[in-house]
């Protein structure tokens, strides 16, 4: 059942002087009880906008209350999530793997040791091979943007792969 549009929060004007009304007292109300960490001008608004969403349901004289508690419950479940954020912060991050100091030593140089072999390559070898290889992109596909046969292309991996076996020891 609607109420009559002089008794409803949904006319802009009944709204607005609401806002004027509350929104001090309410601001004042959260930064006395929660801080200013949480932000309570946040709060505030989102507590007009619940209250504009639900214009039709609440009655002006149960607005206030009806803010008051919206915007308290916010604050409380702000709160909630700092808890479970400084929780998690809390507990120790496990960062256990089965690797080694040397492992991860011969893993780099490792690395190194390829970015200088496939830098060695020749432009075609190269471009071919980092399509293929890192790309994933297929023998087909790198022929038609390279514009060269399918044979070309395998011929260039190939040899991308022949030199970088001769470089390097553990491929």
């Known amino acids: 059942m609607s109420q009559p549009l002089h008794d409803n929060i949904c006319e802009s004007q009944l709204f ?3 806002y004027k009304k509350y929104a001090k007292n309410l601001h004042d109300f959260l930064y006395y009880k929660f801080g200013a960490h949480l932000n309570p001008q946040d709060k ?3 507590a007009f906008i619940k209250l504009w969403q639900n214009c039709g349901k609440v009655a002006p004289p149960k607005a206030k209350s009806f803010l008051f508690t919206t915007a308290n419950n916010l604050m409380l479940n702000a709160v909630a999530h700092q808890k479970v954020i400084l929780k998690y ?14 492992f991860i030593l011969e893993e780099k140089e490792y690395h190194i040791k390829l970015q200088k072999a496939i830098g060695n390559l020749t432009e075609a070898q190269r471009v071919a091979f980092l399509m293929n290889r890192v790309e994933g992109k297929r023998f087909k596909e790198i022929a ?16 991308a792969l022949k030199k970088l076996r001769e470089e390097i020891d553990e491929l």
């Open 16 to 18: 607005e002087r609401l």
């Open 44 to 46: 505030v608004q989102e």
């Open 89 to 102: 912060n809390e507990k120790p991050q496990r960062r256990n793997t089965n690797e080694t100091p040397l």
């Open 144 to 159: 038609t943007l390279l514009d060269i046969s399918v044979k070309g292309v395998e011929k260039r991996i190939y040899g």
